[in-house]
C-alpha cells in the first residue's frame, strides 16, 4: 500500500514563528500537494509539485511556501505564522502527471497558531 | 465560478441505505471522485465516474448524470464503521480537482 506519512499530528505553535509540515510517500509518486481543510469548506489546494524543485501555486498559497528537494518528501514552509492559518493541513500524492489521478492522502497535521 | 453541492450532515440507521448526493458546476469535466474521511484519518479514495451510469463496489454504489451535473453515492447495509465524512470532488478542464465541504454521515444504531 502507498504510505503517506506527515511527520507532526498536531502542532502548537505561536504567531509569527517559522513552521515547517514534512510529508513523505514511500510510492515513487510523481505529484505531491499540500491542501488545507477547514469546517464548511472544501479541500483547498495551497501547492502542488510534479517533479522534484519544481512546485505549482493552488488557489491559496499566500503566506506559504513550499519545498521539494527529494520525489519523496514534500514540505509545507509557513514563514510566519499567523492565527489565519490554525487549521489542518493535508499532504497527498498520486502516481501520474497527466489525467484525473487517485490521491493518496496523509493522516493529516494540525496546526494551532497562538 | 465553480461550485460543488453536498448536504452538511445525514442521519442514518445501522442496516438500512443512504443516498448522499453530490451537485457540481464547473469549467469541464472529467470525473467525480468520492472519498470517505474518518474523523481525524485521512480521506481515502471510494470511487470514480467519468461516465454515466452506475458503479457499483460491494455495498458501496456511486452514479453519475453529467448532463444534471448531479452524482450521488449510495451505501447499503449501513454498519456502524460507515460513520464518516463523504467527500465529493470534481476533476475540471484542467484537471484540477474542485471539493465539496463533504457531508458527514452518522449512523444510528
Known amino acids: 500500500d502507498v504510505k503517506v506519512t506527515q511527520s507532526s499530528r498536531y502542532l502548537v505553535k505561536r504567531t509569527g514563528e517559522k513552521v515547517f509540515l514534512e510529508c513523505v510517500q514511500d510510492?515513487?509518486?510523481?505529484?505531491m500537494f499540500w491542501y488545507r481543510q477547514d469546517p464548511g469548506l472544501g479541500l483547498r489546494l495551497i501547492y502542488f509539485?510534479?517533479?522534484?524543485?519544481?512546485?505549482e501555486k493552488g488557489d491559496i498559497p499566500e503566506g506559504y511556501s513550499v519545498s521539494r528537494e527529494k520525489k519523496e518528501r514534500f514540505s509545507l514552509i509557513l514563514e510566519s505564522a499567523s492565527t489565519n492559518q490554525t487549521s489542518m493541513y493535508l499532504c497527498a500524492s498520486s502516481l501520474w502527471t497527466t489525467g484525473a489521478n487517485v490521491l493518496t492522502f496523509g493522516a493529516g497535521s494540525r496546526l494551532t497558531v497562538l | 465560478g465553480q461550485n460543488i453541492d453536498q448536504p452538511t450532515e445525514m442521519t442514518a440507521t445501522e442496516g438500512a441505505i443512504v443516498q448522499i448526493n453530490c451537485t457540481y458546476q464547473?469549467?469541464?469535466?472529467?470525473?467525480l471522485f468520492w472519498y470517505q474521511q474518518h474523523a481525524g484519518e485521512a480521506p481515502t479514495f471510494l470511487s470514480y465516474n467519468v461516465l454515466d451510469g452506475l458503479e457499483e463496489k460491494g455495498r458501496f454504489s456511486s452514479f453519475l448524470s453529467r448532463s444534471k451535473g448531479y452524482s450521488y453515492l449510495l451505501l447499503k447495509e449501513l454498519q456502524m464503521k460507515d460513520s464518516a465524512s463523504y467527500l465529493c470532488a470534481v476533476v475540471d478542464s484542467n484537471y484540477q480537482l474542485i471539493w465539496g465541504a463533504g457531508t458527514k454521515l452518522i449512523i444510528k444504531p
Open positions: 510510492m515513487d509518486h510523481e505529484n
Open positions: 464547473t469549467s469541464g469535466f472529467n470525473g
Open positions: 509539485s510534479y517533479d522534484v524543485k519544481m512546485k
